[in-house]
């Protein structure tokens, strides 16, 4: 059974900063590209970055370039989000996703985490 568990989310003041963790089991992690996703109420998911099975190629969606970084440890079956200077419109639900290829779309990924809550008070 394949299970992806983010955790690492809360509430955070404009400027700060979080990391989110999303711990794989039940696939072959480092065969795997990861993707994280967010989803505000009343919103569409949206990407916001993706790294390649061998970490050789990260990817960001534009509302979040210079601010988070994503990377992964294989050894540990992991890979993170750090968010940095958080904004109050980076406040979602925010998702893992495990695919096969690295990309921007969700129909890129096959398994997704539950997601994690990230409030960005003003």
């Known amino acids: 059974q394949v299970q992806l568990v983010e955790t690492g989310g809360g509430l955070v003041q404009a400027g700060g900063s979080l990391e989110l963790s999303c711990t794989v089991s039940?696939?072959?992690?480092?065969?795997?590209?990861m993707g994280w996703f967010r989803q505000a109420p009343g919103k569409e998911r949206e990407f916001v970055a993706a790294?390649?099975?061998?970490?050789?190629?990260?990817y960001y969606g534009d509302s979040v370039k210079g601010r988070f970084t994503i990377s992964r440890d294989n050894a540990k079956n992991t890979a993170y989000l750090q968010m940095n200077n958080l904004k109050p419109g980076d406040t979602a639900v925010y998702y893992c996703?495990?695919?096969?290829?690295?990309?921007?779309?969700?129909?890129?990924?096959?398994?997704w985490g539950q997601g994690t809550q990230v409030t960005v008070s003003s």
């Open positions: 996703a495990a695919g096969h290829w690295t990309g921007v779309s969700r129909d890129a990924y096959d398994y």
């Open positions: 039940g696939l072959s992690f480092s065969n795997y590209a």
């Open positions: 790294i390649r099975y061998n970490a050789i190629s990260t």
